[in-house]
C-alpha cells in the first residue's frame, strides 16, 4: 500500500523558513516523480513544485521560486520542501504527491498545515 | 498560465440522479485534464486520467469526456458517498493548474 507520512508543519513568522518532509513507503520511491501541492483554507487545490525520480529536473510556479525548494533523498525514500522568506499567503494545507511522468498526482499524503503569521 | 473554469461551482442534486461537471480551458490542450475528487477534510484522490481514462479502484460510475477545450466529468447515478469537491488539472504545459472546483451537494 503507498503511503505518504508529510510533517514538519506548523506556525512561523513571516519571513522565516520551515521544512516539510514526506516519508514514502509501499512503492520503489527512486522510480517516480514527486510533488508538492497546496490548499490555502476554504481555497482550491496550487501545484507549488515538482521534482523528478532521481532529482535532477525541478519545476516551480513563479510565487516560489528562489524561496522554495524542493529535493529527494532517494536512500531514505524521503522527499522534502525548504521553504525560505515565508509570506502570510503561504499558509496552507501541504500535500505530498507522487506524480506520474511530471503530469498528474496519484497519490496523496494526508497534508500538513503551515500557518505563516506574526 | 492556463486557466481551468469549472461550472456550476455547486450542483445540488438527489442521491440517484446523473450529474455531468465541466471544465473549460482558457487554450486547446488536447485531453490533458485529469479529475480529482476531494471529500471533506480528507486529501483529493484522481479520479480520471487524460480526460477518458479510468483508474484501478475508482467506481465503473465515474467517467471522463472531452478534448480540446471543454471536458466533462459525469457520475451515473450519485452515491451518497459522492457528494464532494470535484476539481480538474492540466497537464499540458507548467505551470500545472486547477480549476476552481465544483461541490457536489445533497438536494
Given at each position: 500500500?503507498?503511503?505518504?507520512?508529510?510533517?514538519?508543519?506548523?506556525?512561523?513568522?513571516?519571513?522565516?523558513?520551515?521544512?516539510?518532509?514526506?516519508?514514502a513507503s509501499g512503492?520503489?520511491?527512486?522510480?517516480?516523480?514527486?510533488?508538492?501541492?497546496?490548499?490555502?483554507?476554504?481555497?482550491?487545490?496550487?501545484w507549488v513544485a515538482?521534482?523528478?525520480?532521481?532529482?535532477?529536473?525541478?519545476?516551480?510556479?513563479?510565487?516560489?521560486?528562489?524561496?522554495?525548494?524542493?529535493?529527494?533523498?532517494?536512500?531514505?525514500?524521503?522527499?522534502?520542501?525548504?521553504?525560505?522568506?515565508?509570506?502570510?499567503?503561504?499558509?496552507?494545507?501541504?500535500?505530498?504527491t507522487r506524480v506520474?511522468?511530471?503530469?498528474?498526482?496519484?497519490?496523496?499524503?494526508?497534508?500538513?498545515?503551515?500557518?505563516?503569521?506574526? | 498560465?492556463?486557466?481551468?473554469?469549472?461550472?456550476?461551482?455547486?450542483?445540488?442534486?438527489?442521491?440517484?440522479?446523473?450529474?455531468?461537471?465541466?471544465?473549460?480551458?482558457?487554450?486547446?490542450?488536447?485531453?490533458?485534464?485529469?479529475?480529482?475528487?476531494?471529500?471533506?477534510?480528507?486529501?483529493?484522490?484522481?479520479?480520471?486520467?487524460?480526460?477518458?481514462?479510468?483508474?484501478?479502484?475508482?467506481?465503473?460510475?465515474?467517467?471522463?469526456?472531452?478534448?480540446?477545450?471543454?471536458?466533462?466529468?459525469?457520475?451515473?447515478?450519485?452515491?451518497?458517498?459522492?457528494?464532494?469537491?470535484?476539481?480538474?488539472?492540466?497537464?499540458?504545459?507548467?505551470?500545472?493548474?486547477?480549476?476552481?472546483?465544483?461541490?457536489?451537494?445533497?438536494?
Open positions: 500500500e503507498v503511503q505518504l507520512v508529510e510533517s514538519g508543519g506548523g506556525l512561523v513568522q513571516p519571513g522565516r523558513s520551515m521544512k516539510l518532509s514526506c516519508a512503492f520503489t520511491f527512486s522510480n517516480y516523480g514527486m510533488a508538492w501541492v497546496r490548499q490555502a483554507p476554504t481555497k482550491g487545490l496550487e515538482t521534482i523528478s525520480y532521481d532529482g535532477s529536473s525541478t519545476y516551480y510556479r513563479d510565487s516560489v521560486k528562489g524561496r522554495f525548494t524542493i529535493s529527494r533523498d532517494n536512500a531514505k525514500s524521503t522527499l522534502y520542501l525548504q521553504m525560505n522568506s515565508l509570506r502570510s499567503e503561504d499558509t496552507a494545507t501541504y500535500y505530498c506520474i511522468t511530471t503530469r498528474y498526482f496519484d497519490y496523496w499524503g494526508q497534508g500538513v498545515m503551515v500557518t505563516v503569521s506574526s | 498560465d492556463i486557466v481551468l473554469t469549472q461550472s456550476p461551482a455547486t450542483l445540488s442534486v438527489t442521491p440517484g440522479e446523473s450529474v455531468s461537471l465541466s471544465c473549460r480551458a482558457s487554450q486547446g490542450i488536447s485531453t490533458s485534464i485529469h479529475w480529482y475528487q476531494q471529500k471533506s477534510n480528507e486529501s483529493p484522490r484522481l479520479l480520471i486520467k487524460y480526460a477518458s481514462q479510468s483508474i484501478s479502484g475508482i467506481p465503473s460510475r465515474f467517467s471522463g469526456s472531452g478534448s480540446g477545450t471543454d471536458f466533462t466529468l459525469s457520475i451515473n447515478r450519485v452515491e451518497s458517498e459522492d457528494f464532494s469537491v470535484y476539481y480538474c488539472q492540466q497537464s499540458y504545459s507548467l505551470p500545472l493548474t486547477f480549476g476552481s472546483g465544483t461541490k457536489l451537494e445533497i438536494k
